[in-house]
């Protein structure tokens, strides 16, 4: 019996492969040391989505009549941003996020008022916001999109790509559309064909450049480019997670109205219109 299971314990030996070397499975010491410092925490410069070139990108905002804060529109969607305009200046446009819960998607993600940290490695970083829910992951492991009967839209996408030097060269995908995600309270909307293609890089050393072209064959009748800049925070900066849910004093009405209510949750507003959400 002895010499039986030796000869079993034998064949095992020989037929279970040897497990990776650790080295060869994770980034190397190497790989982390190419990868630039974008440590700490960071904030945008200045809000919004607009028409811009990377030169422009620490210029003030555009004024709000500016032509360059109205994507070129295929006539669908110029119909749905005029509409969005009236409802607007009514106060009945309803901001998806404003139900607090609701992630902001992408690229709007790179646009709220509040901290960021991004988390960088040699095969996926991330982008976490302060605001949440917002998390944008990008892998860089040479992996592709999912393939098409695999991608469903979400508020986030699919982003993949690589880092060419000191730079974050990605595309993102498979996002949610008008009715789920918006790019500001402007009324831009694109629809769910939207792809970005987006790259990140240090121009100085507490600054980072943000560049992106946003393609959507159903809401553009050409790419829309997009340039702007994050400043880095104090060293001592620490980025806390919120849910405006906690203390939501301004939730919408079926209707659309954006309501005020006091500390005691009691609704300040003079005329409202159907019930809250």
């Known amino acids: ?37 974008w440590s700490g925490a960071w904030t945008r410069d ?4 607009y028409e811009s070139t990377p030169a422009q990108a620490k210029d003030p905002a555009p004024a709000p009549t500016s032509p360059r804060l109205i994507p ?5 969607f110029k119909a749905i941003f005029e509409d969005n305009l009236r409802r607007i200046a009514a106060d009945r446009y309803p901001d998806p996020i404003s139900t607090c ?20 490695r040699p ?58 995600t918006i790019l500001g309270r402007q009324g831009v909307v694109m629809s769910d064909k939207l792809m970005v293609d987006t790259k990140i890089r240090l121009i100085e050393p507490d600054r980072l450049l943000i560049t992106m072209v946003l393609t959507d064959p159903e809401a553009l009748t050409k790419p829309w480019p997009i340039a702007f800049t994050f400043k880095r925070l104090p060293k ?6 919120y849910a ?19 500390p005691s949750g009691k609704v300040m507003d003079l005329k409202t219109e159907g019930q809250v959400r």
């Open 1 to 37: 019996m002895s010499r039986l299971f030796a000869a079993l314990a034998a064949v095992a030996l020989i037929a279970i492969p040897a497990a990776p070397a650790l080295s060869q499975s994770r980034p190397n010491a190497q790989a982390f040391a190419r990868l630039p410092d």
């Open 46 to 49: 200045t809000g919004g989505f």
């Open 72 to 76: 070129p529109f295929t006539p669908k």
């Open 101 to 120: 819960g609701t992630p902001a998607g992408w690229p709007r993600l790179l646009a709220t008022p509040d901290a960021y940290e991004f988390v960088i």
């Open 123 to 180: 095969e996926q970083s991330w982008i976490l916001s302060e605001n949440g829910p917002n998390i944008a992951r990008i892998y860089t492991d040479g992996r592709k999109h999912p393939p098409a009967d695999e991608l469903w839209e979400t508020y986030t996408g699919s982003s993949v790509g690589r880092w060419e030097g000191d730079t974050l060269v990605f595309n993102t995908v498979g996002l949610k559309g008008v009715g789920s």
């Open 236 to 241: 001592d900066t620490t980025v806390w997670d």
């Open 244 to 262: 405006c849910a906690e203390n939501n004093r301004n939730p919408i009405t079926d209707a659309g109205q954006t309501l005020t209510l006091d």
